[in-house]
């Protein structure tokens, strides 16, 4: 078998020939590098572009940025990739189309990822509101994605990780975290305006400061600092107004913003060691499906088996058909895993500042729809907070960007 090493080297100035006709070889041995290229490519490109395209160097593992050709080695028979000596003018013209092509791509991402949250967020308030077990919900969105996952990798659509115990003993407590936030999440859901817990979950980068001050021992810039007041006001600004405010609610949404950003903290202390660390899409599946796992035990203890014929019948009672309710259910399942995965290839292709401000974004689309569908009553006051503490949100994502000056 012929060995293939793989390396760039801007120096090579030519091809040394190694056999009477070696350029034949190299058609073959390039549309086998892009097959590879293409397999290795995040499941998203394939799915939104297909993959007789070539993709771009972003989405694909091992891609080069530069063009590049195969040089032969006598010496040992291998072969180096040796950057190809192409004028920089030359360079530029071809990638303005490039660059139009990722804008669009990138702009249809934001779109589905949007899309799918209004979805998400309008059939799990109209299920929690007639079939009130959100422990037996969360439960089920978790086998969904559970399911969605082992066909990913079943089919190879993405490659399976080797889960290592070293690798199990850091990602079992993010599990933990994920499913109690997700399940306090669709607690407040069940007993609030969709529009008011995502007001309420605004809240998020307060408690990401003081947990990283804590235990990270970060030291947040002054206007970092300064960004949390009108997040803070504007929260308050409106729970003091909100029409559907109860306790329960509030407080879920409240310990739903602590828990999910103590996930987010125990992942930066915990997966430190980066050749063990997995890549972001299979972190999410293998802590989604230890999440499955967990809130089983979680949902009968909490609520018993409430996913039986006799319960179905009784929610279906309350305005719609069971065939209408599992439905929905299941549109919640499919909505859930379909926009954390958009969600997370869209982060494999921007910064987390751009990341960040996009779902800034997303809670404002997600907030104004919601009203607007389940026409919830709200008052100036009320919209001024809500905006207060979104602009707040907005003014927090741009402050992380100013680096703090070193003395």
Known sequence: MLNISVSLSSTTPSISPWS????????????????????????????????????????????????????????????????????????????????LIRTLQLGAMFGTWYVLNIYFNIYNKQVLKVY??????????????????????????????????????????????????????????????????????????????????????????????????PIVGGVALASMTEVSFNWIGFGSAMASNLINQSRNVLSKKLMVNEEESLDNINLYSVISIISFILSIPFAIS??????????????????????????????????????????YGILQMVSPVTHSVGNCVKRVVVIVSSIIFFQTPVSLVNTLGTAVALGGVFLYSRATRVKPKVT
Request: charged share 10%.
């Open 20 to 99: 009477r006709n070696p350029i034949t070889k190299l058609p073959q041995l390039s549309h086998a590098l892009t097959s590879v290229a293409i397999t290795n490519c995040h499941p998203l490109y394939r799915l939104l572009c297909g993959k007789a395209s070539f993709p771009p160097s972003y989405l694909c593992v091992g891609a080069q940025k530069s063009a590049s050709f195969l040089v032969p080695n006598r010496k040992n028979g291998t072969f180096k990739v040796a950057a190809a000596l192409v004028p920089e003018a030359k360079s530029d013209e071809p990638s303005k189309p490039n660059t």
């Open 132 to 229: 009130p077990f959100p422990a037996t919900v969360t439960a089920f969105q978790f086998g969904y994605t559970t399911l969605m996952v082992t066909l990913i990798w079943t089919l190879n659509l993405y490659p399976k990780p080797k889960i290592s115990r070293s690798q199990l003993v850091a990602i079992f407590p993010l599990a933990v975290a994920h499913t109690i936030g997700n399940l306090l999440t669709n607690i407040s859901f069940g007993k609030v305006a969709v529009s008011f817990t995502h007001t309420i979950k605004a809240l998020e980068p307060l408690f990401t400061v003081v947990l990283s001050t804590l235990f990270l021992r970060e030291r947040p810039t002054l206007w970092v600092v300064s960004s949390l007041v």
């Open 302 to 343: 909490m609520e018993g088996f409430k996913f039986a014929p006799s319960f179905l019948q009784s929610a279906a009672s309350q305005g719609s058909n069971i065939r209408e309710l599992c439905v929905r259910l299941l549109l919640t399942g499919f909505c859930f895993h379909a926009y954390q995965q958009v969600s």
